[in-house]
């Protein structure tokens, strides 16, 4: 039975790529965008809430002003559905991600990967315009295995993947595992807490990882 989860795979000529070059798989949040750092703020600004990062968890980081007790996870939940579905466009770039996905759409392919709901398509679309990162988007739901390994073998050229989470890492590894897998973590109070593996590179300097990243598609 097909996985009711599974996103369709575009082909890239749909989405006005090329298959003569090294294909970039690069995701958003934590990766081109301070993620915690903007729904942290849509918290604050929006419902008087508390964002405290002490360990590596979203819902469970969120508290009312002094509460000792984090916030219920369906509200929690309701909150993040909130934030992209009107204010995923209100947050920063990481540091050093815009000029190094410039440098390599010069020798490669880039297709932005996001795990997000439906209804951030447009504002994070809108999102990636702004901040001059003009390549395709897509939206995915799960693991980000299957969806790569069904982008990256359309290409006979090298391929590569970013995220900050090990689970999706992971996926595509398991399901692409000629791709080489990076990890960033954009956030400076996340990266303490976030867990990594000896399965990918853990980079946390975008300058240094569009390096890494361009060696490795160069192979
Ligand atoms: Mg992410």
């Known amino acids: ?54 360990r590596y968890a979203l819902f469970q980081n969120i508290y009312r002003p002094g509460a000792v007790e984090h916030l219920d996870l369906a509200e929690g939940k309701r909150l993040f559905d909130a934030f992209f579905g009107g204010h995923c ?26 795990n997000a709901p439906a209804e951030a398509e447009r504002l994070r679309s809108d999102w990636l315009t702004k ?8 939206l995915n739901i799960g693991p980000k295995g299957p969806i790569a390994a069904g982008l990256v073998t359309q290409t006979p050229h090298p391929t590569a993947f970013v995220d900050d989470l090990v689970s999706n890492l992971d ?18 109070r996340l990266r303490p807490h976030a867990p990594r593996s000896d399965r990918h590179p853990r980079i946390d300097d975008w300058a240094d990882l569009g390096e890494a990243i361009e060696a490795s598609i160069r192979r």
């Open 89 to 114: 466009h209100e947050m920063e770039p990481a540091p050093g991600a815009v000029a190094a996905l410039e440098r390599l759409a010069a020798h490669a392919e880039i297709v932005i990967l996001s």
């Open 171 to 188: 996926s595509v590894a398991d399901h692409a595992p000629a791709t080489a897998t990076f990890q960033h973590v954009a956030d400076l």
């Open 1 to 54: 039975m097909a996985d009711p989860q599974t996103t369709a795979v575009p082909r890239l000529e749909s989405l006005g790529l090329s298959r003569d070059r090294p294909l970039v798989l690069v995701d958003v949040d934590e990766v081109l965008g301070m993620f915690m750092q903007g729904f942290g703020d849509f918290l604050a600004a929006h419902h008087g809430l508390e964002m405290r990062i002490d």
């Open 131 to 138: 901040q001059g990162i003009a390549h395709p988007l897509i």
